[in-house]
Structures are given as C-alpha cells and as structure tokens.
C-alpha cells in the first residue's frame, strides 16, 4: 500500500532561522496527490499546502513545497521561522477518494 | 477555516458501552472521511463515504465500528462495545472532491476516553 516518510521526531530551531522537513511517498498511482497538514497543540489538522501537479511550486503562509514525481518527495520549506510555526507538521498523500496515509508527523518547536 | 461540525466534543464511555458521534460535511462536500488519532497521535483511516454510499473502509471498522452518512442528517460513526484502546480522538474530514479540489477539511474532532 501507500507510505509516507518525513522528518522524524522533533525539530527545534531558532525563531528566524530557516525550516525544512522531509517527505518522501511510495505509491503505486502515477498521479497523488500530496499534502501538508499543520496541528496546533488541541487543534485539528489544518491544511497547509497541496500539490498533484509535478514540478510546481506552491505556497503558502509562508511555506512552500514542490511535488518532485522523479524522486517521490514533497518538502516543506520556509525561508524564516516563527514562534507561532511551533506546531505538529504530517505529509499526507491519497489518490482519488480515498483515505489520506500520513507520515508519523514531525514535532517543530521555535524558540526566541 | 474548515466548515466541518463535529460533536460531541468530548465523550466519556465505561467499557463494553456504544460510543457515538456525528459529523457534519462542509457544505456541498460529497465525500466524507472518518480518522482515528491515538495518543502518539498517529492517524488511521477508518471509513470513507460518498454521498451515503460506502467508498472504502478498514476491517477494524467492520466488526465493532458502524459509521453511515444518511441523506439529509448529520454522518454517525459508533462503537458498539467500546474498549480502552478505543480512547482517541475521532476526526472527520470531508471533501469536494472535484473540480480542482481534492483537499480534506477536518472539523475539530471528538475525543473519546474509554474507562
């Protein structure tokens, strides 16, 4: 079946500094598509970013990614991070109507 | 900001007892999906809908858990005998699925604890 794999467990980093996680996918569909999810602390996950389109960047808040089908990746990336991107970040990928597969989630905390 | 109702927000159960909660789409959302989230807060899909027909669902989902999405009422997912390792929080999600939009809208979630 499908997998997700990011950048596991916590990344601490100071507030300014640029971010990146992780995501690599395996599926076996030519065409998924991929997202980023962000879970504040007793929130739901909220989209943040999505893509099925190959080679395209998109952005936003901030963060932006790029579907790369060749190496089956979908980073996130932000230039200068924030105290208020300390969150839970999930890549999460599906194809057509089904079920999301997310990635075990990656832990960002921002500090002064 | 996702449009998704979920309620109850919080359900307390003793084991062995059904469990319920509801969820309403986004307007116009045709699909609708069920998630569990446990305490390392990793995810499980769980049932999707289509309208009020069934897409895709786990075998966990067909032996103790019952979920529909009748027309014109809110979707239902239901434990029938809760057990402790139930205790999670239940997430539905729906999308339109079409049209350029392909994205899941999460409502705020039902987080349930089994005694």
């Known amino acids: 079946g499908d997998s997700v794999t990011q950048t596991e467990g916590l990344v601490t980093l100071t507030e300014g500094l640029p971010v990146m996680l992780n995501c690599t996918y395996q599926t076996i569909y030519s065409n998924p598509f991929l997202f980023w999810y962000v879970q504040h602390l007793n929130e739901s996950p909220r989209l943040l970013l999505k893509s099925f389109t190959d080679n395209k960047r998109t952005e936003h808040q901030g963060f932006h990614a790029t579907l790369h089908k060749s190496s089956s990746s979908f980073h996130l990336q932000k230039s200068s991070a924030q105290l208020s991107d300390s969150a839970l970040y999930y890549c999460?990928?599906?194809?057509?109507?089904?079920?999301?597969?997310f990635g075990l989630g990656t832990r960002v905390s921002v500090f002064p | 900001n996702s449009k998704v109702i979920q309620t109850p927000r919080y359900l307390v159960k003793g084991q062995g007892q059904k469990a319920k909660m509801r969820c309403i789409p986004e307007k116009g959302h045709p699909v609708v999906f069920w998630y569990q989230q446990n305490k390392n807060n990793e995810f499980k899909f769980l049932i999707n809908f289509q309208n009020q027909e069934v897409l895709q669902q786990i075998d966990m989902t067909e032996k103790r858990f019952s979920a529909e999405c009748p027309s014109n009422s809110p979707c239902s997912l239901e434990i029938q005998s809760s057990e402790a390792g139930d205790s999670a929080l239940y997430l539905c999600?729906?999308?339109?699925w079409g049209e350029g939009s392909y994205e899941q809208y999460f409502g705020p979630g039902t987080r349930l604890t089994v005694l």
């Open positions: 999460a990928l599906n194809n057509y109507a089904q079920g999301l597969t």
């Open positions: 999600a729906s999308s339109l």
